[in-house]
């Protein structure tokens, strides 16, 4: 699109993020968190303790909830209930064998308090680039997540029919 | 050294047009043009960055056994700033205002004048002040060209894009919303998606939860 800036992409994007976190949460819910990745296999992402959402205006509709389930809490379910969508969540992703433990910001995908799995290399050097490669690891698999997403997100029909599933777990509007 | 040791928190970016610097050579040379330096308070600055070494921050000196482990090149991109207290740039300035007023046996003194005897103590108190020092971790994995800066914060990103592309000619695609989307999918899908409308998920009449595209 010709004309737009950083910014004002960032701002038009900015709601993909919350609809990720929260159809992922949708997920977790629903089908333990587990994503297939085409040639890559699965990867299981389970939401941890805490999770922030927010309503259409964040300055007076948000709340951050502490809980030891997000996918298995009231508190949670009401918040989705009155329109809420998940900015930000504590995730802890698993993928052959690896544990990755992260903060993901909704409004840009930024990561936060990244723990990555622990390196077997003996050699400094080797520790280092093993870390990194965990980094890109991390950073591609959400990407493919993501990129999933916009893929159903732009699929009018497939949409309109995971948006009528994520309605009837999330139950009608207000109710407790 | 955050990104081996523990949790830390970062923005990832990929290079533009190439993974890795031209040579070594070419990147110790632009880390060295664009190396930290002092606080030139003559000149009015109060901040200054650049790039410093990863083992060490107060180091600005770059060798290929400082920089290269093999992919990866580290280094820190350093903020230095001076501040002063404001009750304490008061106070001194009171002081020389009394001076001033007592040594020219006057009870009043012009806005300009005060301004300037200010602007002069304020600059007399940051060339005896230490700055506060920042170093933030940068790792450049040349196989595959993403960049890591271990900051989320935005001023210090932009300063950072700004710094290694006008040193290390090299632009940096930030791996944010934007930059995911536009690295994946084509030209037309993403004018779909810039256009896109946000989804209500709660159904306010059993069974209409709508997607959005409906309402344009």
């Known amino acids: 699109m010709i004309g737009l800036t950083m910014v004002d992409k960032m701002k038009r994007t900015q709601f993909l993020g919350r609809e990720f976190l929260t159809w992922m949460l949708f997920k977790a819910a629903t089908e333990e968190g587990v994503f297939r990745l085409d040639e890559d296999g699965e990867v299981q992402m389970l939401f941890e303790r805490a999770v922030t959402l927010e309503g259409d205006n964040p300055a007076r509709e948000m709340s951050t909830i502490k809980v030891d389930d997000p996918t298995d809490s009231a508190e949670v379910m009401l918040s989705l209930r009155l329109g809420k969508k998940v900015s930000k969540a504590r995730l802890l992703l698993e993928s052959e064998g690896k544990e990755f433990a992260f903060t993901l910001d909704a409004a840009s995908l930024a990561l936060r308090s990244v723990t990555l799995p622990d390196s077997m290399a003996m050699d400094h050097t080797e520790v280092m680039a093993e870390k990194a490669d965990f980094a890109t690891e991390l950073e591609e698999t959400l990407q493919k997540l993501f990129m999933g997403f916009i893929g159903l997100r732009l699929n009018l029909d497939a949409w309109s029919l995971e948006v009528s599933k994520m309605a009837k777990w999330i139950g009608p509007w207000g109710k407790e | 050294m955050g990104f081996v040791t523990g949790t830390s928190s970062y923005t990832p970016y990929q290079a533009q047009g190439k993974t890795g610097p031209d040579s070594r050579e070419s990147l110790l040379k632009g880390l060295t043009a664009g190396r930290i330096t002092p606080i030139d308070v003559e000149l009015g600055r109060d901040r200054t960055m650049g790039f410093s070494t990863f083992d060490d921050p107060l180091d600005n000196e770059f060798t290929v ?47 300009a004048e005060r301004e300037e005897i200010s602007e002069q103590v304020r600059g007399e108190l940051l060339r005896r002040a230490l700055p506060t020092v920042n170093a933030y971790e940068v790792v450049w994995d040349t196989s595959t060209g993403r960049i890591r800066l271990y900051s989320t914060s935005q001023v210090v990103n932009e300063d950072f894009v700004t710094l290694f592309k006008d040193n290390l000619d090299t632009g940096l695609q930030p791996l944010n919303t934007v930059g995911i989307l536009e690295r994946h999918l084509k030209p037309a899908e993403l004018e779909t998606v810039y256009q896109m409308m946000s989804t209500t998920f709660v159904a306010v009449n059993p069974g209409a939860a709508h997607t959005g595209e409906d309402d344009r």
Do not use: Q, W, Y
Not at chain 2, 88 to 105: D, I
């Open chain 2, 65 to 111: 056994e400082k920089v290269f482990f093999d992919p990866l090149a580290v280094f820190c991109l350093r903020i230095d700033k001076l501040s002063l207290p404001a009750t304490t740039l008061r106070l001194h300035v009171r002081s020389r205002v009394s001076e001033a007023l007592a040594a020219t046996g006057r009870n009043m003194m012009p806005r």
